[in-house]
């Protein structure tokens, strides 16, 4: 019961019916190292997905801090554009080359999307800002499993045929368990689901052995008993996962995460870049981060520019490597 | 768990002011979209959608729920006064509610029906309380093997129920099964029928779809039948003054009949598949049939008409139970309100009600404060409705079309969904006019993807053997269930065409 | 008509049935339930209900041709009205494209109304101004949702 009943933001709709999608602005030769940011310039704030998901949160949340903080001086135009696992939301974004008033948030999509789709982008298109924070995923059994750790799970799945659980195929879900899986030496069916509630449904009815998931949405199966968290994927395990291990301290590190980050449109100046740079490193400072960050069960990583452009590109090989290895992408 | 302090606390958030006028604001439109003709709940739901956004999920959920039970209320105004069902599950309810009027007794047959879709609310929502709890814990032990099976129900339940058209109503589910698989294979991430479109990888939505069948094609499909044309002249006048209230005796003589009814629409709206129009015509045939002088019914027994108004009601309530605690809708206006659970992030299924209590709750609790509400709207607002009945459908039609076209826009900001509801909505004049079921239609898009998900992930448990639908006891129980429902639904079924044949012959 | 719609749905099924068994496995690398398993049988389904469909229909207007020409002028009216809606609806869609929700609403319903509700120009000027600008306020304004955005901006 964390993320399911949070409330919707108010939409923030500063800019109403001007905003044509098919205006892409060229600001390239205009922005001079002074002017950024242009109090006069509307920032123009793309959420690639709908209403009331990860990535929608996130976004939301970073612009109420600049709001709360005054981190920002001109207007912020949030709008949702979403359609397409965020292909037309960062295609969007993507049309605005050059611009440093065009931005958005990226979650998992964005590395797995360029994978699956045709898109004209790839992640590395884009002038990166920061990586501020990582999903992470917990592997559970069933609260009456005999399973108690992950110790057992392995010399289990060593000898018998198990199934594992997790939402989708094209993302984290599936290539955390199927690196861990061979780190450890064991074989295991993946089982692909639509949502975290129907894979849970299925694990408790004894339909699947284990299942993956973002800890933030099964915490309070956990707690109940319900579910028994065997280990976390991420560097080092959250405070409300008790004594759970990482992969690493049973040393099967897998070292992949879902990047949460921070884009400009393309070839964005330098100027900007920095500005949202020095921004950001207020941002993560502030109590509201840190609560946002521990209500979704994040793992604070932040890298900075460059850095997270490389990042990005190595998730995303890595990410292209294991599943054209399934022959889940040609 | 105690259901009466869980009520309780459902009750506190029901009734914040807020959440109230919600649920003031979803009852009265529920009730205007009953009476504009075509117009039933999956219509309502489906366009008005758009408008709970900027509200939080509760107050929400609670106005999207009164819109769908609150439409069962107003479809029968027009039932009684005009002779022209609001929508299909008041068939049965002009059977003798036209009859009624037509002898003067209007404000009476008005009356009634409200008190029976009172008592079949009512009665129904009890019974959601009781039974939601223990079919929560029933369906933890469902799995993917029991939610293929389940899926599969509901489609072949419609399908039986469809009779004679059944053919095209096959068709019409296996178009919907095929809009369903456009987009990224879930098991394998591989696109279909995408053909390299960006906006097509997350799928077909089900709203444009919705939006497009049942708001512009029964628009359409009204047009073409010269409603616009003809006014409202068949409409009967009834008279406020003397002879309004029901008399002692119209109360006496159906009790039962509302308690058979209000029984008899809730089991029937728990079968997925089935559902109020069926529920409805079941229990009008019943009635005649225990009826001390059933030669009445047909001519104005106000038994005939208290009979499928409870039903309908009572089976609205029932239909809650498998979308509550399965995450399973087992009609398209319950496909809609899926629709709108999944667009606030919300995921029904059985552990839905244990996670989400104050939703879960306060949803329920507010279906009981919703029914007296709507009591007193479609007794004291009577007027307001006949009025509306009076605005020409020529006026009405094109402000109709603005609604569903920025309706559809409004949900994903798509110009692209806009057009395809205008799609949906050509296909689905045609559907309509060549007897296809744009019910089994939108019922197979949403269950279709769940289907073969659900298949596919046995498939992949069980390695390939379908014998895992027989080792797993809950499977063996939705199948005997199922062959018991195939069985005997049609026989239901024939007696309820019965009904309707010996009253378009009776007199 | 029937036999027309009944084609084009065969068409449409076959193109269908088509891509499943040409682009889409019916099993995947790992011997698992592929993409195309579904589809197949789906689309294999359209193709026979559909044919299935078209030949009663064949045989239903073999004995209610007699019938036909009586109802022939209430018919094309019929259509007439129908084909007027599709029109204005389509056009509708392409004027909320170019000028956004509420200016082109305005446009439509004046047109609509003119041509449905002729001679009524007080009643008509009054719907087509009012329910557009209680529409725009309630969507734009009280409910904050998306309207759309005009890609062409009209001076005023």
Same mark, same amino acid.
Request: glycine letters at 12%.
């Given at each position: 019961?964390?993320?399911?009943?949070?409330?919707?933001?108010?939409?923030?709709?500063?800019?109403?019916?001007?905003?044509?999608?098919?205006?892409?602005?060229?600001?390239?030769?205009?922005?001079?190292?002074? !002017?950024?940011?242009?109090?006069?310039?509307?920032?123009?704030?793309?959420?690639?997905?709908?209403?009331?998901?990860?990535?929608?949160?996130?976004?939301?949340?970073?612009?109420?801090?600049?709001?709360?903080?005054?981190?920002? @001086?001109?207007?912020?135009?949030?709008?949702?554009?979403?359609?397409?696992?965020?292909?037309?939301?960062?295609?969007?974004?993507?049309?605005?080359?050059?611009?440093?008033?065009?931005? !958005?948030?990226?979650?998992?999509?964005?590395?797995?999307?360029?994978?699956?789709?045709?898109?004209?982008?790839?992640?590395?298109?884009?002038?990166?800002?920061?990586?501020?924070?990582?999903?992470?995923?917990?592997?559970?059994?069933?609260?009456?499993?005999?399973?108690?750790?992950?110790?057992?799970?392995?010399?289990?799945?060593?000898?018998?045929?198990?199934?594992?659980?997790?939402?989708?195929?094209?993302?984290?879900?599936?290539?955390?368990?199927?690196?861990?899986?061979?780190?450890?030496?064991?074989?295991?069916?993946?089982?692909?689901?639509?949502?975290?509630?129907?894979?849970?449904?299925?694990?408790?009815?004894?339909?699947?052995?284990?299942?993956?998931?973002?800890?933030?949405?099964?915490?309070?199966?956990?707690?109940?008993?319900?579910?028994?968290?065997?280990?976390?994927?991420?560097?080092?395990? @959250? %405070?409300?996962?008790?004594?759970?291990?990482?992969?690493?301290?049973?040393?099967?590190?897998?070292?992949?995460?879902?990047?949460?980050?921070?884009?400009?449109?393309?070839?964005?100046?330098?100027?900007?870049?920095?500005?949202?740079?020095?921004? +950001?490193?207020? #941002?993560?400072?502030?109590?509201?981060?840190?609560?946002?960050?521990?209500?979704?069960?994040?793992?604070?990583?932040?890298?900075?520019?460059?850095?997270?452009?490389?990042?990005?590109?190595?998730?995303?090989?890595?990410?292209?490597?294991?599943?054209?290895?399934?022959?889940?992408?040609? | 768990?105690?259901?009466?302090?869980?009520?309780?606390?459902?009750?506190?958030?029901?009734?914040?002011?807020?959440?109230?006028?919600?649920?003031?604001?979803?009852?009265?439109?529920?009730?205007?979209?009953?009476?504009?003709?075509?117009?039933?709940?999956?219509?309502?739901?489906?366009?008005?959608?758009?408008?709970?956004?900027? +509200?939080? @999920?509760?107050?929400?959920?609670?106005?999207?729920?009164?819109?769908?039970?609150?439409?069962?209320?107003?479809?029968?105004?027009?039932?009684?006064?005009?002779?022209?069902?609001?929508?299909?599950?008041?068939?049965?309810?002009?059977?003798?509610?036209?009859?009624?009027?037509?002898?003067?007794?209007?404000?009476?047959?008005?009356?009634?029906?409200?008190?029976?879709?009172?008592?079949?609310?009512?009665?129904?929502?009890?019974?959601?309380?009781?039974?939601?709890?223990?079919?929560?814990?029933?369906?933890?032990?469902?799995?993917?093997?029991?939610?293929?099976?389940?899926?599969?129900?509901?489609?072949?339940?419609?399908?039986?129920?469809?009779?004679?058209?059944?053919?095209?109503? #096959?068709?019409?589910?296996?178009?919907?099964?095929?809009?369903?698989?456009?987009?990224?294979?879930?098991?394998?991430?591989?696109?279909?029928?995408?053909?390299? !479109?960006?906006?097509?990888?997350?799928?077909?939505?089900?709203?444009?779809?919705?939006?497009?069948?049942?708001?512009?094609?029964?628009?359409?499909?009204?047009?073409?039948?010269?409603?616009?044309?003809?006014?409202?002249?068949?409409?009967?006048?009834?008279?406020?003054?003397?002879?309004?209230?029901?008399?002692?005796?119209?109360?006496?003589?159906?009790?039962?009949?509302?308690?058979?009814?209000?029984?008899?629409?809730?089991?029937?709206?728990?079968?997925?598949?089935?559902?109020?129009?069926?529920?409805?015509?079941?229990?009008?045939?019943?009635?005649?049939?225990?009826?001390?002088?059933?030669?009445?019914?047909?001519?104005?027994?106000?038994?005939?008409? #208290?009979?499928?108004?409870?039903?309908?009601?009572?089976?609205?309530?029932?239909?809650?139970?498998?979308?509550?605690?399965?995450?399973?809708?087992?009609?398209?206006?319950?496909?809609?309100?899926? %629709?709108?659970?999944?667009?606030?992030?919300?995921?029904?299924?059985?552990?839905?009600?244990?996670?989400?209590?104050?939703?879960?709750?306060?949803?329920?609790?507010?279906?009981?404060?919703?029914?007296?509400?709507?009591?007193?709207?479609?007794?004291?607002?009577?007027?307001?409705?006949?009025?509306?009945?009076?605005?020409?459908?020529?006026?009405?039609?094109?402000?109709?079309?603005?609604?569903?076209?920025?309706?559809?826009?409004?949900?994903?900001?798509?110009?692209?969904?806009?057009?395809?509801?205008?799609?949906?909505?050509?296909?689905?004049?045609?559907?309509?006019?060549?007897?296809?079921?744009?019910?089994?239609?939108?019922?197979?898009?949403?269950?279709?993807?769940?289907?073969?998900?659900?298949?596919?992930?046995?498939?992949?448990?069980?390695?390939?053997?379908?014998?895992?639908?027989?080792?797993?006891?809950?499977?063996?129980?939705?199948?005997? #269930?199922?062959?018991?429902?195939?069985?005997?639904?049609?026989?239901?079924?024939?007696?309820?065409?019965?009904?309707?044949?010996?009253?378009?012959?009776?007199? | 008509?029937?036999?027309?719609?009944?084609?084009?749905?065969?068409?449409?099924?076959?193109?269908?049935?088509?891509?499943?068994?040409?682009?889409?496995?019916?099993?995947?690398?790992?011997?698992?339930?592929?993409?195309?398993?579904?589809?197949?049988?789906?689309?294999?389904?359209?193709?026979?209900?559909?044919?299935?469909?078209?030949?009663?229909?064949?045989?239903?207007?073999?004995?209610?041709?007699?019938?036909?020409?009586?109802?022939?002028?209430?018919?094309?009216?019929?259509?007439?009205?129908?084909?007027?809606?599709?029109?204005?609806?389509?056009?509708?869609?392409?004027?909320?494209?170019?000028?956004?929700?509420?200016?082109?609403?305005?446009?439509?319903?004046?047109?609509?109304?003119?041509?449905?509700?002729?001679?009524?120009?007080?009643?008509?000027?009054?719907?087509?101004?009012?329910?557009?600008?209680?529409?725009?306020?309630?969507?734009?304004?009280?409910?904050?949702?998306?309207?759309?955005?005009?890609?062409?901006?009209?001076?005023?």
């Amino acid at each position: 019961m964390t993320l399911q009943t949070g409330p919707i933001t108010a939409r923030v709709k500063l800019g109403v019916l001007g905003m044509a999608l098919a205006a892409p602005l060229a600001f390239a030769g205009a922005a001079t190292a002074q !002017s950024y940011p242009d109090a006069g310039e509307t920032l123009d704030w793309t959420i690639a997905f709908g209403p009331g998901g990860g990535n929608d949160i996130m976004a939301r949340t970073i612009v109420d801090i600049l709001a709360k903080y005054d981190l920002y @001086p001109g207007e912020i135009a949030v709008e949702n554009r979403a359609g397409g696992s965020g292909a037309v939301g960062w295609g969007y974004l993507f049309a605005q080359d050059g611009s440093g008033y065009g931005i !958005s948030t990226t979650s998992g999509s964005f590395v797995t999307t360029p994978l699956q789709a045709d898109t004209p982008w790839q992640p590395a298109d884009f002038t990166p800002v920061a990586l501020l924070a990582t999903d992470d995923l917990v592997l559970v059994v069933n609260g009456s499993s005999d399973i108690q750790d992950i110790g057992q799970f392995i010399d289990y799945a060593k000898a018998n045929p198990i199934t594992i659980a997790g939402t989708g195929t094209v993302n984290v879900d599936f290539i955390v368990p199927t690196l861990f899986a061979q780190a450890a030496g064991f074989e295991f069916e993946y089982v692909s689901f639509n949502s975290m509630a129907d894979q849970t449904t299925a694990l408790l009815s004894d339909s699947v052995d284990a299942m993956v998931g973002n800890p933030g949405e099964i915490l309070g199966l956990i707690d109940s008993g319900d579910l028994r968290a065997l280990v976390y994927s991420g560097a080092s395990t @959250p %405070a409300a996962l008790g004594d759970v291990p990482t992969m690493g301290d049973v040393g099967h590190d897998i070292g992949v995460s879902m990047p949460r980050g921070l884009i400009l449109a393309p070839n964005a100046p330098a100027e900007a870049q920095a500005f949202w740079i020095e921004t +950001m490193k207020r #941002v993560v400072e502030t109590p509201e981060w840190a609560a946002y960050i521990e209500n979704n069960t994040l793992t604070p990583t932040i890298v900075y520019g460059e850095d997270f452009r490389t990042f990005l590109t190595r998730t995303q090989n890595g990410f292209a490597e294991v599943l054209r290895s399934v022959g889940a992408i040609q | 768990m105690d259901i009466f302090s869980d009520l309780m606390m459902g009750l506190s958030i029901a009734i914040t002011p807020i959440n109230l006028a919600y649920l003031l604001v979803g009852a009265m439109v529920g009730m205007i979209v009953g009476v504009i003709p075509g117009f039933g709940p999956s219509a309502g739901l489906a366009i008005l959608l758009p408008l709970t956004f900027g +509200m939080d @999920p509760v107050g929400a959920i609670v106005m999207l729920a009164a819109i769908y039970y609150g439409a069962m209320y107003g479809g029968t105004i027009t039932s009684i006064l005009l002779n022209t069902p609001g929508e299909s599950a008041t068939v049965a309810s002009t059977f003798d509610g036209y009859p009624l009027a037509k002898q003067g007794r209007a404000g009476p047959a008005l009356v009634m029906q409200a008190v029976a879709s009172f008592v079949g609310g009512t009665v129904g929502v009890i019974l959601i309380t009781i039974l939601a709890p223990m079919f929560s814990q029933v369906s933890r032990s469902f799995g993917p093997p029991e939610y293929f099976l389940l899926a599969m129900m509901g489609m072949l339940t419609l399908i039986v129920m469809i009779g004679a058209n059944w053919k095209l109503g #096959v068709i019409s589910a296996l178009i919907g099964f095929a809009l369903g698989t456009v987009g990224v294979d879930l098991e394998t991430g591989q696109s279909r029928y995408t053909f390299g !479109s960006a906006e097509l990888i997350g799928g077909i939505y089900f709203i444009p779809i919705a939006i497009g069948l049942f708001g512009l094609g029964e628009l359409l499909y009204a047009f073409y039948t010269g409603m616009h044309r003809t006014g409202s002249g068949g409409l009967v006048q009834y008279d406020k003054e003397s002879r309004f209230w029901p008399t002692a005796q119209d109360f006496i003589s159906t009790r039962w009949t509302m308690v058979r009814g209000s029984i008899l629409g809730f089991v029937v709206g728990v079968i997925p598949g089935a559902g109020a129009t069926i529920a409805s015509l079941m229990a009008y045939s019943t009635e005649r049939s225990l009826s001390k002088n059933p030669e009445n019914f047909g001519k104005g027994e106000m038994a005939g008409l #208290v009979a499928p108004e409870t039903a309908n009601n009572a089976a609205s309530s029932g239909a809650m139970i498998p979308l509550l605690t399965l995450g399973i809708p087992g009609s398209a206006s319950t496909a809609v309100l899926l %629709a709108a659970f999944l667009l606030w992030g919300l995921r029904p299924g059985p552990l839905f009600m244990g996670q989400n209590p104050e939703l879960a709750w306060g949803l329920i609790a507010s279906m009981y404060l919703g029914n007296m509400v709507l009591l007193a709207i479609s007794i004291f607002a009577i007027p307001l409705f006949v009025q509306i009945i009076k605005v020409p459908y020529r006026i009405l039609g094109p402000c109709i079309v603005v609604i569903c076209a920025l309706g559809t826009f409004t949900v994903h900001a798509s110009f692209v969904e806009m057009w395809l509801m205008v799609a949906a909505g050509i296909v689905g004049f045609f559907m309509r006019l060549y007897g296809f079921s744009p019910a089994a239609l939108v019922l197979a898009l949403v269950l279709g993807p769940l289907a073969e998900e659900a298949l596919r992930q046995t498939m992949t448990i069980s390695r390939g053997s379908f014998g895992i639908f027989l080792d797993r006891p809950a499977s063996v129980w939705i199948i005997i #269930v199922t062959i018991a429902l195939l069985i005997i639904l049609p026989l239901i079924g024939r007696i309820g065409a019965r009904a309707k044949a010996n009253k378009a012959t009776g007199h | 008509m029937r036999i027309v719609f009944l084609l084009a749905l065969l068409g449409g099924a076959v193109f269908y049935t088509y891509i499943a068994f040409t682009d889409l496995g019916f099993l995947t690398r790992t011997g698992r339930l592929g993409p195309g398993f579904f589809p197949r049988i789906v689309g294999l389904g359209i193709i026979v209900m559909t044919l299935w469909a078209i030949f009663d229909a064949l045989g239903q207007r073999r004995t209610a041709a007699a019938a036909d020409h009586v109802t022939d002028e209430l018919e094309d009216a019929r259509w007439r009205d129908f084909l007027l809606l599709v029109a204005l609806v389509i056009g509708y869609a392409v004027l909320i494209r170019l000028f956004g929700g509420w200016i082109s609403t305005i446009l439509y319903l004046g047109v609509a109304l003119s041509l449905l509700n002729p001679g009524q120009l007080k009643q008509n000027l009054l719907v087509a101004t009012l329910f557009p600008s209680g529409v725009y306020l309630l969507f734009d304004r009280v409910l904050n949702a998306n309207m759309p955005p005009a890609l062409i901006n009209l001076p005023f």
